[in-house]
């Protein structure tokens, strides 16, 4: 069998990914209203089952806003290495139909099936199979497929029939079945790009693709050019075979907001440890350390730095970070504290130490504390400071970034 479609690409998505896993191993939560996060008001929701959908809950969401919506609802704590090593199931369930597979987070993905159609039959068969490998592999667990010949609208089309949906739609229709829908599925346009397309008077895919490509780019400059090209159901760019991790990172939301420099330092260095960790557990370093600050008003600040040698010594992103502490505003009220690696690879050499810094010793350190940890759990080790203090809404921070092993 051979198709006449340019390209096929699957987008797999899961459905309520964390919600479904809590779920799966705890039968008592099925069919109930639960969101993923932690008891606190001053937390987020990281993910809604679709029951608790049904009462207008949904991911990135206050959690105050979710328990009024529905005092009564379930909130249950993450654990993300569940979630970890049932995504590492579903990506390998993925490569056996393709050896090509961009993750693109934990639980979505892009798949080339591009002449695959021999083993594997026709689009809509080719979804069918993809879900019944997830729902085997994972235990019970279900995804949504959509299948295209780009990966906008393969991306679109797996949002388009959920929960445990498929949406095959054909190149040559791809364009009329984009025009009716709202600029918000745009792969782009966020919660301040909408309102601004809106307000030139173009409310669907379709009002984007018939505008005028000069008055598109006068009004949104290179943006505007991009969701045109989207909106005309075209989309060059190719499944990745492998992507590289972007970063590591650590967010602590806070019991309390804090002012000084002071409480801020203990909390980046709790992060920290926790990054550099992760970061030796993959044998990686990063070559670029951020801090995120977010303040009371929800405003979220930003500051980052380039450092001369790539590490993954915990001791050195704290001392990198708190440099960081002076670029920004004092005496800021502050809901909560992150930290994040970025710019990470895979360094086939040793790192260069400086003789007279200490180093070697402090990272022989931290090797031993590695390995208390990973055998006897991450509380095994405590700092002295942070003996009988948390000030965290959760023990285990939410880390929603995905990372890819480097080849």
Known sequence: ??????RIIAHADMDAFYASVEQLDNPDLRDQAMVIGSNSKRGVVLTASYQ????????????????????????????FERYQ????????????????????SLDEAFI?????????????????????AVFATTGGLTASVGISSTKYVAKVASDFNKPNGICVVPP????????PMPVARLWGAGPKTVPRIQRLGLYTIGDVRRADPAWLLQKLGRSGVHFQTLANAQD???????????????????????????????HLR??????????????????????????????????QVQLPQPTDSSDQLYEVAIKQLTRFQPAQAIRLVGLAAYELSREAEPQQLDLFSGRSKMQALEAMVDRVSDKYGSGAVVRGGDLGRSGTISENSPNLDFIDDIP
């Open 1 to 6: 069998m051979k198709s006449d479609w340019p």
């Open 270 to 303: 709790r992060s920290a440890d926790r990054i550099g960790h992760r970061l030796r557990q993959k044998g990686l370093r990063c070559r670029g350390v951020r801090v995120r600050l977010k303040t009371a008003d929800f405003k979220l600040l930003t500051r």
């Open 85 to 104: 090593e049932q995504s590492a199931a579903i990506m390998a369930a993925f490569a056996d139909f393709s050896p090509r597979v961009e993750a693109i």
């Open 172 to 179: 040559e229709e791809a364009v009329a079945w984009l025009d």
């Open 236 to 266: 060059p760019r190719r499944v990745a075979q492998r992507r590289s991790a972007r970063s590591i990172g650590s967010d602590r939301t806070l019991m309390e907001n804090i002012t000084s420099h002071a409480d801020i330092e203990k």
């Open 112 to 132: 080339e099936m591009s002449g695959a159609e021999g083993l594997f039959g026709t689009p809509q068969e080719m979804a069918q199979q993809i879900k019944a």
């Open 52 to 79: 608790a959908r049904k009462f207008g809950i949904k991911s990135a969401m206050p959690m105050a806003d979710a328990l009024r919506r529905c005092p009564d609802i379930l909130v249950v704590p993450p654990r």
